[in-house]
């Protein structure tokens, strides 16, 4: 019997680790193109800065998650290529010696971490901003009040009613609460989303920078007709707002 | 071993403990249900002219559901013991021995039977049957929202159909790995004769059935209002069927307590000798993590509706605004357990697809630390991000953030787990099987629901997608593309050791890539819909969300048909299958070394344990 | 619980400790339940929702007022005494005094039954209705979930003694061990549910 006088070749030198890479190098934009353009194609188009940063984060979040999903799927895709073997008796064997390996166990779990690292600060960044917007004193208030099965809402010039206008560019803090179960207000476009409960006033905040017709749609199971606990917002220019309010102010007063 | 007679030699209750059967159950649930209702429709009080939402009636409804409970327990025979306690009459060794299901044949099957085996096997069909109730109910959610308008099912009916697809298959993916094979296979692979506490294994099967029957009879009683989490104060106004949903709970948690401190004990006290933890299987790991993260969380949820009864029969205020009652109150309680809960789901499937992965690439288990280190973390991190549920409600939004943090720092472990998967068949010599197809099927499906995790628990991207159908679609890949996947493959794999009959390989394999296919396709579909904007728990949606609907319809029937060709597999398989070997996969782990029909006490001579099961190829250890 | 289902029989100290330890587990469960309880009673005083812990007088219905809690203190204080009886009991069958066991088992037992018509008393003479609002919903939820444990604590304790004169523990008494261990809990959940009442 000869003996083999060549060195084992380094670890990323090995004929599966070299295949692993190359799938990993196609993978890699694969997945994140494929998954970041379904998400962001299925959400349309946003309506407030806050939505504009949500869609920015499910694309950002794939990118950054791809690299780790093609690294799984590539080594998946590599052991599956090598022997496979079918039938009703066993294999022989592997001739692996491997039952641990500190250093891949160290790198696995510093790079999740530092992922996760990421995704905490980049998520935080963002809920500070959503926190300052609700206690922003510029911005004007209305009272969102939800019942079985509908929305009301309380301008702040005392007009009342089951529509929703906004103007433009301006901020307003939604005070949100419910008469009877918990409901949840969900200004869709604008990805914005507050409960609405029995007994207390929540807030949520938002900046809605187009003109145009959105989706308000409960999003928390409250009865029967849940489904169709929904109404639209219009988001108007100043001017008209103004001119819309204090028609609906004066309709309560005459009424 | 001379052989006992399986006549009880006590005289005075010969007759009972032989006479009694889950027919006497069932009779003696039912009568005594149908007395009290009368007793209380004549005998209670009239409401008060100031108590909303019908007092009485709930009153009649749960008192007539306990007495179920009480009648169905006593003729199944489960006071039995508790009676022979206190009297200080003592079962005799043949009492024991009758218990156990000694020469009794198939009816030890329906009966009270403290056998593991017997046990496990109640389980498997119990699960198999709740499944399919489950899956119907799935069905029929699925139908009315092939179309925009929805129509088939009534409104009420269809909220009523949702909330308990979702309650029945939680507990269903809940008992589905621990039940069936914690049980059956579990005592045997730690080396030991049975449970700890035989009794009360019995008890944890039949309670499931007692629990069942109130779910059931609920329907017909107007059904839930609710999701699957029963929320407050909804809850309160919903139809008589609520007080199912309430008992079926109430009773359920009583059988994961009594499960969580059998299988608990079990594995601390009675492995092999030689089984130190280092030597113990990952599944037992598993196993031992899951029941005892649901100890300390069901009954907070137990107790959250004991409460929720309480409002709707006497009054009370717990979620009562106007009582002083608060709904993020029970938000708390329900998620402090609604958390754990889906890793109590999880964490056995993965697990016992962590032990099939060395039998199926002949490679050692790659980093068992790492493993258990994973599992470690899951559950224990899993006690402290409830609150992610509870994001958008508004209770304590200075309170969004720790969570968030410990809702990121869960995908550290998970990503443990995937390591050691992938580091498993890294260079193995892969048999190509559905077990391993299944391992496979989890990599895929749960990188899904783990990433669209991350997404979620992110507070701002949360705050658009919560209440859509994006979170349905996300906990679907994780409970059952991931969950479901690794019960389907324990099931697979382990048939041989339950059955002595090898599961029909070509139907298993069709079914796998059906259900599997299908389920993709559905789900993709759910997030797309979640993702334009659909909310969940609806019946009727806006014609936008058509397309990806109907997707997710036909996504839905391929995997009903895959589940039926599974069924038929099983039945099939079961009566006249291919008869199998003692090991015909080869594995090392100790279950597979008895052979089929396992003696009562599982081994002639208890096995002395000196190495772990994971000695493939060179790596011997 | 005495006799195990198989022919091979094992040292009583292995079979006690492995019951002991289902037991313990048991009672995690409980404390769990327990913990929770405390929560609700916390959390909804923290609340105080629309008013409503304690709710003020209207026309029809007079100002709802906490009860003091000296009922609850004092339930705990049978159950204690109770405790302490049985531990008398228990250290009695250490040191192989069967007369010991049995008087303690049986002072127990009685103590446990005053316990629960105490604590029955409390329930059925509250000057309150569960629809008074948040706390006397807490307050309900408190003293009969407390009933019910002293409910078991009754058949056990029934069972303790009537198996200790019976001869029952002469060879082993794993068992009076266990029950120790429940009545330690059961005490120590009345005193908490004692202590949350006391704020009021």
């Known amino acids: 019997m000869s003996l083999d006088t060549q060195k084992s070749p380094q670890w990323w030198k090995k004929k599966d680790v070299k295949q692993t890479f190359i799938f990993w190098l196609i993978f890699t934009p694969l997945l994140g193109y494929i998954s970041s353009t379904i998400q962001i194609r299925s959400i349309g188009a946003p309506a407030s800065e806050t939505m504009a940063g949500v869609i920015n984060l499910i694309g950002l979040f794939t990118w950054v998650a791809a690299p780790v999903a093609a690294l799984v799927g590539a080594m998946c895709l590599t052991t599956l290529l090598s022997k496979r073997h079918y039938g009703d008796n066993p294999p022989p064997e592997a001739e692996n010696e491997i039952r641990n390996s500190p250093r891949t166990n160290a790198i696995w779990i510093t790079v999740s971490s530092v992922l996760c690292l990421f995704a905490l600060v980049t998520g935080l960044v963002v809920l500070q901003k959503d926190a300052e917007a609700i206690t922003d004193s510029a911005a004007m208030d209305i009272n969102v009040t939800g019942q079985q099965w509908a929305w009301n809402y309380d301008y702040p010039n005392g007009a009342r009613t089951e529509v929703l206008y906004l103007p433009v560019n301006k901020p307003v803090v939604f005070h949100i609460t419910s008469v009877d179960v918990k409901h949840s207000f969900w200004v869709v476009q604008m990805g914005i989303k507050m409960d609405a409960n029995p007994g207390y006033v929540t807030e949520t905040a938002v900046t809605p920078n187009k003109i145009g017709v959105f989706d308000i749609r409960c999003a928390e199971l409250c009865g029967l007709l849940h489904a169709y606990m929904q109404n639209k917002v219009h988001v108007v220019s100043q001017a008209d707002y103004d001119a819309w309010v204090s028609n609906r102010a004066k309709m309560e007063a005459a009424a | 071993m001379t052989t006992l007679t399986n006549r009880p030699t006590s005289a005075h209750k010969k007759a009972l403990i032989e006479h009694l059967n889950i027919f006497t159950a069932l009779a003696l649930g039912a009568i005594s249900a149908f007395v009290v209702w009368r007793l209380a429709l004549q005998f209670l009080p009239q409401d008060a002219e100031t108590s909303p939402f019908f007092n009485r009636e ?27 306690w206190v009297t200080g009459k003592d079962l005799s060794h043949e009492e024991n021995m009758f218990y156990a299901g000694k020469d009794m044949g198939v009816k030890r099957y329906f009966r009270y039977t403290t056998d593991h085996k017997v046990v496990g096997i109640q389980y498997l069909v119990m699960t198999m049957f709740i499944f399919f109730i489950g899956g119907t109910l799935a069905m029929l959610i699925r139908t009315n929202l092939g179309h925009p308008e929805g129509g088939w099912i009534h409104p009420q009916a269809y909220n009523s159909i949702v909330g308990t697809h979702g309650i029945i298959m939680i507990v269903a993916t809940i008992i589905m790995v621990t039940g069936p094979f914690g049980n059956f296979i579990m005592p045997i692979m730690i080396g030991a004769r049975d449970m700890a506490f035989p009794r009360l294994n019995a008890l944890s099967f039949w309670l499931i059935v007692a629990a069942a029957v109130p779910l059931l009879w609920g329907q017909f009683l107007g059904g839930i209002s609710t999701g699957w989490t029963a929320y407050n104060p909804l809850a309160s106004q919903a139809p008589l069927g609520m007080d199912g949903y309430i008992m079926f ?51 907070v949820f137990f107790l959250s509706q004991i409460m929720s009864g309480m409002d709707r029969a006497l009054g009370t205020g717990f979620y009562d605004a106007a009582h002083g009652g608060s709904g993020w109150l029970y938000e708390n309680l329900f998620w402090i357990m609604g958390h754990p809960e889906v890793y109590v789901i999880l964490i056995p499937a993965v697990a016992a697809l962590m032990e099939m992965a060395p039998v199926f690439s002949r490679n050692p288990l790659f980093s068992f630390n790492v493993a258990v280190l994973g599992i470690a973390g899951i559950s224990g991190l899993s006690v402290l991000v409830w609150a992610h549920h509870m994001y958008m409600a508004g209770w304590a939004p200075l309170l969004n953030a720790p969570f968030m943090l410990t809702t990121e720092l869960i995908s550290i472990p998970t990503g443990m787990l995937f390591l050691v ?79 002595g009959r090898m599961l029909d390989k070509k139907l298993s394999w ?18 797309i819909v979640g993702l334009a904007g659909q909310p969940r728990r609806v019946e009727g949606y806006s014609a936008i969300f058509s397309r990806g609907n109907l997707i997710t319809t036909i996504g839905a029937y391929v995997i009903m048909a895959g589940m039926l060709i599974l069924l038929h597999a099983v039945v099939s398989s079961w009566r006249n299958g291919v008869k199998a070997p003692m090991n015909p996969w080869q594995a090392k782990t100790l279950e597979w070394s008895v052979a089929y029909p396992i003696p009562l ?21 | 619980m005495s006799v195990e289902t198989h022919a091979h029989h094992e040292h009583p100290d292995v079979v006690g400790s492995r019951n002991r330890l289902g037991v313990i587990l048991i009672l995690v469960a409980d404390i769990a339940f327990a913990l929770s309880m405390l929560f609700v009673y916390f959390y909804l005083r923290m609340q105080n929702v629309n008013d409503m812990w304690l709710p003020a007088a209207t026309e029809e219905t007079p100002a709802i007022l906490p009860l003091s809690s000296s009922s609850g203190w004092t339930v705990t204080a049978i159950m204690a005494i109770g405790l302490l009886a049985h531990f008398y009991g228990l250290k009695g ?42 706390y006397t919903s807490c307050f309900y939820l408190i003293t ?29 008494h794993w068992h009076v061990d266990i029950v120790n261990v429940w009545w330690i809990w059961m005490t120590v959940s009345s005193l908490l549910g004692a202590f949350a009442l006391s704020f009021t």
């Open chain 2, 58 to 84: 709930d009153k009649i409804t749960l008192l007539s559901m306990i007495a179920w409970f009480v009648g169905f327990m006593t003729g199944i025979g489960a006071l039995i013991a508790p009676f022979r």
């Open chain 2, 249 to 299: 709970i109430c009773i359920f948690a009583i059988s994961t307590m009594v499960a969580g401190a059998n299988i608990t004990t079990t594995v601390i006290r009675m492995r092999a000798k030689g089984m130190t933890w280092n030597r113990t299987p990952i599944f037992i790991y598993g196993t031992v993590a899951s029941v005892g993260l649901a100890l300390p969380a069901f009954p």
């Open chain 2, 421 to 499: 998967l992938v580091g498993t068949l890294w260079r193995g010599r892969l048999w190509i099987t559905v077990p391993l197809a299944s391992i496979f099927a989890l990599l895929w499906n749960f990188m899904i629901g783990g990433i669209t995790g991350i997404y979620l628990s992110d507070v701002p991207a949360d705050a658009f997608l919560h209440g859509s159908m994006y979170v349905t679609a996300h906990f679907h890949y994780t409970l059952m593309g991931a969950g479901l996947t690794g019960a389907i493959a324990s099931l697979v794999y382990w048939f041989p050791k339950m059955t």
């Open chain 2, 510 to 527: 069709i079914s796998f890539w059906m259900v599997q296919i299908g389920f993709n396709v559905a789900f993709i579909g759910m997030f």
């Open chain 2, 601 to 621: 006490e599982n081994f002639d001579v208890l096995p002395i344990v000196s190495s772990d099961a994971y000695g493939y190829g060179k790596a011997k250890s």
């Open chain 3, 93 to 134: 069958v250490r040191e192989k005094n069967q007369t010991q066991l049995n008087l303690g088992g049986l002072v127990a037992f009685i103590l446990s039954v005053v316990g629960l018509s105490y604590q029955f008393n409390t329930i059925a003479t509250a000057p309150f209705t569960f629809g008074s609002g948040a």
């Open chain 3, 144 to 172: 009969i979930m407390n009933f019910v444990h002293i409910a078991l604590t009754v058949f056990i304790s029934l069972g303790n003694w009537n198996r200790t004169r019976l001869g029952l523990y002469k060879a082993d």
